[in-house]
């Protein structure tokens, strides 16, 4: 890396970012900027710039963003790590080791990458705010692209109803047979929360009571926190529970293509 200042990269980049920053020396080759972009707690975001020996230039974060969300929330599952990695692909930002960074071609590149790199760590940075539905709608993603991608032959429906305008009874995913549609559907749902597994049961058995024939299958969140009895009330509708995404592309999955032959 070679060595830069504080006030050349001040110099640099003023006509393009005006104002809107301000530059501190960290290290010899090393230049911390200050941005209009903050946490929760009023702290400024730590962004950090340097140019290697090829006149190339990296932004990144020197692994603070992941360390101080870690204070407050854990990337400890699938749909958590995968909502990490739609934010850094959304930005096209890599990470390694826990190190968040960009490499930018040119100078005149540089201003706008390094705000698309702020909002980047913004969406980073307020991962634990993730709502319900949000994390709802991340999980049911997963479970179409394991549908989608490990069954062949198959007709898939997304947010499907099984009795027209009959809203209140939609099922996640439906799958049949593209051979022979005259067989049973399967319906596939989704549970994220705690409170899901009675919904979900409710529309089983009315789906039951209205005499149409059809296979079930639960798949549960692991960090759900789904009750022993909320599971039973699942079985006792009929379905099949998977504990989470992997059991479900284990054994699920075969089960649902015997089923779709």
């Known amino acids: 890396m070679r060595k830069i200042s504080a006030p050349e990269v001040q110099t640099l980049l003023a006509p393009h970012m005006g104002d809107l920053f301000h530059t501190s020396q960290k290290r010899p080759e090393v230049v911390q900027l200050y941005l209009p972009f903050f946490h929760e707690d009023g702290d400024g975001f730590e962004i ?44 096209a930002i890599d990470e390694q080791d826990g190190e968040l ?23 980073v940075s307020t991962l634990q705010y993730f709502n319900r539905e949000t994390v709802a709608r991340l999980f049911l993603s997963q479970i179409h692209e394991v549908l989608r991608s490990c069954l062949e032959h198959v007709n898939l429906y997304t947010d499907y109803l099984p009795f027209k305008n009959e809203k209140a009874y939609k099922v996640d995913f439906a799958l049949q047979s593209e051979q022979d549609q005259k067989d049973p559907m399967c319906f596939v749902f989704g549970v994220s ?30 960090d759900a926190k789904v009750s022993k009895n909320a599971v039973k009330r699942l079985r006792d509708a009929g379905t099949t529970v ?9 054994d699920g999955i075969p089960m649902l293509a015997a089923q779709l032959k």
């Not at 950090?48 to 990144?60: A, E, M, P, S, V």
């Not at 705690?194 to 692991?222: G, H, Q």
């Open 101 to 123: 960074f960009v490499d930018v071609p040119d100078l005149k590149s540089l201003p706008q990458r390094i705000f698309t790199f702020a909002q980047a760590l913004t969406g």
């Open 242 to 250: 998977y504990p989470s995404i992997p059991d479900f592309q284990q």
């Open 193 to 222: 929360s705690s409170t899901r597994p009675d919904y979900v049961a409710n529309v089983c058995y009315y789906i039951r009571n209205r005499n149409l024939k059809f296979e079930s299958v639960v798949v549960l969140k692991e």
């Open 48 to 91: 950090f710039l340097q140019q290697k020996d090829d006149g190339t230039w990296r932004i990144w974060d020197a692994a603070l963003t992941l360390m101080r969300l870690s204070y407050s929330y854990e990337l400890n599952n699938e749909s958590k790590v995968a909502g990490f990695q739609r934010i850094l692909a959304a930005h």
